[in-house]
């Protein structure tokens, strides 16, 4: 299986290579083959990318809404024609199941493109009437925004920062995570076969240091990163200096809060989905699994039989529904924290350890009698680790959930209506789910309060974070003056 891209960069509509860039291996993490190769940019490359996004950017931005909605919209159809291959590539580039990738990543991205293409021909400003005078608003594009991406959702995340920053007049570089390089190619490609002028989507590869390059440079506007909290501590530090608009999707370590009137089952499927989906590679993750004493032992009996039906093995398989880590260096975190969470007292239920197969498996892993003071709960581990903590008391276990400097998301399991609304409202976390987990439908904002993040992505609520208002005020009268 190889999935070598026609070049390493895709700049003013077209393919683009500089072999004197870096070299950047993509491993398929299922067996650890190279499956592409590719080279970080140059600055010469970097150069190339800024200029032809501003060359783009007035012609783009003077479109009709509805113009640059077509555009999007074909590029949505192109993908769910193309939806078998492009997952087969995000698997090849994640090592995520087929089973997940042909309905969650390329599909999710279809859905952001379908969405903001309909919502571009209806970005309005406003009238504010002042008696005789009168103002009104101009709903501005930023111009030139930077996308930086993670490596769990390669297609996703591209289309959920694309889909609105053009939808709303912006022009783009993204910058994929150097792990996972292949997916934005595809994207930058299919949307110029859609339509998209040369030079408003951009691509180009590299690690932190091309990031860094775009952050800082002056004639970016915005920066959209999705990534971990370090990382966006300097995005957002250096996108200030320069005063740039930003969002920040960032880590979690989110509580999945499971009352004893709960639906057993239910919440035994959201603590799977919440953990192990993507081999638990998912920033929204309810990671800290608060189980009410009464039922905890039912509970934890019931996970460890679901989680002993997991299918493991070949992601190209689509009987598979658990795969390998992205990485042997996101392996070896993950079975560091394994080992923590045992040194530090925690129950291992069910996993613990490396698979004896080729690739970067491991099995899905169950802790019980977590304490809230230990590294398993408090740190995001970004592999399929779930940890179970027992409550009593629904003040209590707010006050817990709350107790960490995340706050991306969270959940409650519960059968009485007026406690579900009750605890997510004290929950300090950007997105909530009640008697569900992780389900993030374009229609939705997403996004994180506290170290989790800044602004939000997707639903109506992007378009603010991609426009800026021009407010005009319209004298209707004679101007009255002092002297
Ligand atoms: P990371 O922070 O290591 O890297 C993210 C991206 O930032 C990469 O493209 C990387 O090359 C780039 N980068 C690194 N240093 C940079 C710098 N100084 N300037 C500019 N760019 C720089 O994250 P990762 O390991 O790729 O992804 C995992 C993390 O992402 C987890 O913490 C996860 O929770 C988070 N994540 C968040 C969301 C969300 O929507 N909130 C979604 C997915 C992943």
């Known amino acids: ?33 190279s499956v592409a190769t590719l080279h ?40 769910r024609d193309r939806n078998r291959a492009l997952s087969e590539l995000e698997t090849l580039d994640t090592g995520k199941p087929l089973q997940e990738t042909l309905v969650a990543d390329a599909a999710s991205g279809a859905d952001a493109l379908e969405y903001f293409g309909g919502l571009a021909g209806t970005l309005t400003g406003e009238h504010i009437p ?29 289309c959920w920062k694309a889909a609105p920053a053009l939808a709303c007049g912006n022009v783009m570089i993204f910058k994929p995570s150097e792990q996972t390089p292949l997916g934005a190619l595809k994207l930058a490609a299919i949307l110029t076969e859609a339509g998209l002028p040369r030079g408003v989507f951009n691509v180009v590869q590299g690690r932190g240091d091309v990031g860094a390059a775009l952050v800082t440079d002056p004639r970016v506007n915005k920066v959209s990163l999705t990534g971990s909290v370090p990382t966006g501590r300097k995005v957002y530090a250096a996108a200030a200096a320069g005063m740039k608009h930003v969002t920040m999707e960032l880590g979690g370590k989110s509580p ?33 699994v608060f189980v009410h004493r009464a039922i905890k032992e039912a509970f934890l009996q019931r996970l460890a039989d679901r989680v002993s039906n997991a299918v493991i093995g070949d992601p190209m398989d689509e009987a598979t529904n658990f795969g390998p880590m992205v990485s042997e260096a996101q392996t070896a975190i993950v079975l560091g924290y394994i080992a923590k ?7 291992l239920v069910t996993g613990g350890t490396r698979l004896d197969r080729p690739g970067c498996f491991i099995a899905p892993t169950v802790f019980a009698d977590v304490t809230d003071g230990m590294t398993i709960a408090r740190e995001e581990i970004f592999g399929p680790v779930l940890s179970v903590l027992d409550f009593d008391d629904e003040a209590d276990v707010i006050a817990r959930a709350n107790a960490t400097d995340f706050g991306l998301a969270g959940a409650v399991f519960t059968r009485d209506l007026t406690r579900a609304h009750r605890v997510v409202a004290a929950l300090e976390a950007g997105t909530c789910w009640i008697n569900t987990y992780n389900l993030t439908p374009v229609e939705m904002p997403f996004g994180g309060v506290k170290a989790s993040g800044v602004g939000r992505e997707n639903a109506k609520a992007a378009v603010d974070h991609y426009t800026q208002l021009k407010t005009v005020y319209v004298g209707m009268g004679p101007v009255d003056a002092p002297f």
């Open 40 to 79: 970080g940019a140059t600055p010469d490359v970097v150069e190339r990318a800024l200029r032809t996004a501003q060359a783009a950017l007035p012609a783009w931005r003077a479109m009709t809404g509805t113009e640059r909605g077509r555009i999007l919209r074909r590029a949505a159809d192109i993908i």
């Open 130 to 158: 002042l008696g005789g005078d009168f103002a009104y608003t101009i709903r501005e594009p930023l111009g030139v925004c930077v996308g930086i991406g993670a490596w769990n959702y390669p297609t996703q995340i591209a």
């Open 256 to 288: 999945l809060i499971i009352f004893d009137d709960a639906d057993l089952d239910d919440a035994v499927s959201a603590a799977i989905n919440g953990n192990f989906y993507s081999s638990g590679q998912i920033c929204s993750n309810g990671t800290r």
């Open 1 to 33: 299986m190889i999935a070598q891209p026609e070049a390493s960069h895709f700049v003013n509509g077209a393919y683009l290579e500089d072999a004197e860039g870096p070299q950047i291996d993509v491993i398929y993490p299922a067996d650890g083959r």
């Open 341 to 347: 969470g045992q040194a530090e007292g925690a129950r």
